[in-house]
């Protein structure tokens, strides 16, 4: 199993510029997560799945969607790039409610 | 609202001496507890959850309702204990996890 895996690994994107960052899981999780790592700020919670179809808002959703067409695909899309959303992005998926989560290996994105 | 605080943001020891890293949470109804740490280079991975009552890599951790605490503990630091260490709360049957700012343990030689 590949577990959880996010592209790209890093990107640069120039503010106003649209992009998704994917992410996919092989262990067939129902719950999935997005969160965003900043210095002295920890893990955020962005936006979460508990199953396909259905998404819900996490902490810091503003300039964030996302879409669960399938189990294993949880994309994030930031619709118009903007210097605040630089930071490190996580996916990770869990078997069930309250189980441990399963992190991917991140996307660096700077926006300019 | 749920909080989770790490007061320190670095935390320096050398190889065999005692290692405690705080945690102190806000949340009104009875939360679940991780700890996750994330070596040089590697993932994001679960260290213990205070549920399990496990000892992971001669970590523990005790939840203290009454001191609203769950400070991570080793006897002996080991430098292969360098890393990233955040404490995480979730409310019970939650999937949604609130971090702590997180701690970096240095175990120097």
């Known amino acids: 199993n590949a577990g959880v895996t996010q592209t790209p690994k890093f990107q640069v994107l120039k503010t106003g510029q649209s992009m998704t960052l994917q992410c996919a899981q092989d262990m067939n999780h129902e719950y999935m997560s997005w969160y965003r790592q900043d210095p002295g700020m920890g893990l955020r919670l962005i936006h979460y799945s508990v199953g396909a179809g259905i998404t819900d808002q996490g902490e810091v959703p503003n300039g964030y969607n996302v879409s669960r067409s399938t189990t294993e695909d949880f994309p994030l899309r930031l619709l118009s790039a903007a210097p605040s959303q630089t930071s490190v992005y996580f996916c990770a998926s869990s078997p069930g409610q309250g189980g441990e989560q399963y992190f991917g290996p991140g996307t660096r994105l700077t926006v300019t | 609202a749920q909080r989770v605080t790490q007061p320190e943001k670095l935390l320096s020891v050398f190889k065999g001496a005692p290692v405690e890293l705080k945690c102190n949470y806000s949340y009104s109804g009875s939360p679940e507890l991780f700890w996750y740490v994330q070596y040089s280079r590697q993932r994001l991975q679960l260290l213990l959850r205070?549920?399990s009552r496990e000892s992971i890599k001669g970590f523990t951790a005790d939840l203290n309702k009454g001191e609203t605490s769950f400070h991570l503990k080793k006897p002996f630091a080991q430098e292969e204990d360098s890393a990233m260490y955040y404490c995480?709360?979730?409310?019970?049957?939650?999937?949604?996890?609130?971090f702590g700012a997180g701690t970096i343990l240095r175990v120097k030689s």
């Open positions: 995480a709360l979730s409310s019970l049957g939650g999937n949604k996890l609130v």
């Open positions: 205070h549920i």
